[in-house]
Antibody, heavy 117, light 111 residues
């Protein structure tokens, strides 16, 4: 059974860079032709796709966030990561990592990241 | 403003059937049979209920079914049960510029 777990700081100051890691267990992140995605959800609001990376390291990003987002893969640690730069209060949300992109069959539990000074 | 349009809320009595619509454009829902539906209970991660328009993952009740007509996808829940009360989101592939879009979500209430 594949499991995903997000980790990282729960509080980030405005203008700084948000950094999160997703650790995958129960299977190799580099096996199969999967995409691995980051998705976020502000409190009381809907889901927003941030971006994805495949096992070859190829990335695609939400056009509205593209200038600030970097997603990377570390196969040796079975992890993938998110960096979101120049954050503002509008980036406060629960951040999820997931396997897939439009079809996400496994999700992490989510991590709340608050942007505040 | 979400890329895909869903009704804010839908309600039904136990045992009834309800349908949630998800309206997109010819650039997403209308062009690809790659719509998925997610169920989300409060404080929980979304759960995949339907993928590729009408396929059910293993373990998902056959009371959930998906379909598509033109630019609109639909999720039908038959034999509504109390445990179906949750938020539901549609999601679609949207081509090689936008990639993935979500609907704004629909709150399902079991009366």
């Amino acid at each position: 059974q594949v499991q995903l777990q997000e980790s990282g700081p729960g509080l980030v100051k405005p203008s700084q860079t948000l950094s999160l890691t997703c650790t995958v267990s129960g299977g190799s992140i580099s096996s199969g032709s999967y995409y691995w995605s980051w998705i976020r959800q502000p409190a009381g609001k809907g889901l927003e796709w941030i971006g994805r990376i495949n096992t070859s390291g190829s990335t695609n990003y939400n056009p509205s966030l593209k200038s600030r987002v970097t997603i990377s893969l570390d196969t040796s640690k079975n992890q993938f990561s998110l960096k979101l730069s120049s954050v503002t209060a509008a980036d406060t949300a629960v951040y999820y990592c997931a396997r897939g992109s439009f079809t996400c069959d496994y999700w992490g539990q989510g991590i709340l990241v608050t942007v505040s000074s | 403003q979400s890329a895909l349009t869903q009704p804010a809320s839908v309600s039904g009595s136990p045992g009834q059937s309800i349908t949630i619509s998800c309206t997109g454009t010819s650039s997403d829902v209308g062009s690809y049979n790659l719509v998925s539906w997610y169920q989300q209970h409060p404080g929980k991660a979304p759960k995949l209920m339907i993928y590729e328009g009408s396929k059910r993952p293993s373990g998902v009740s056959n009371r959930f079914s998906g379909s598509k007509s033109g630019n609109t996808a639909s999720l039908t829940i038959s034999g509504l049960q109390a445990e179906d009360e949750a938020d539901y989101y549609c999601c679609s592939y949207a081509g090689s510029n936008t990639f993935v879009v979500f609907g704004g979500g629909t709150k399902v209430t079991v009366l």
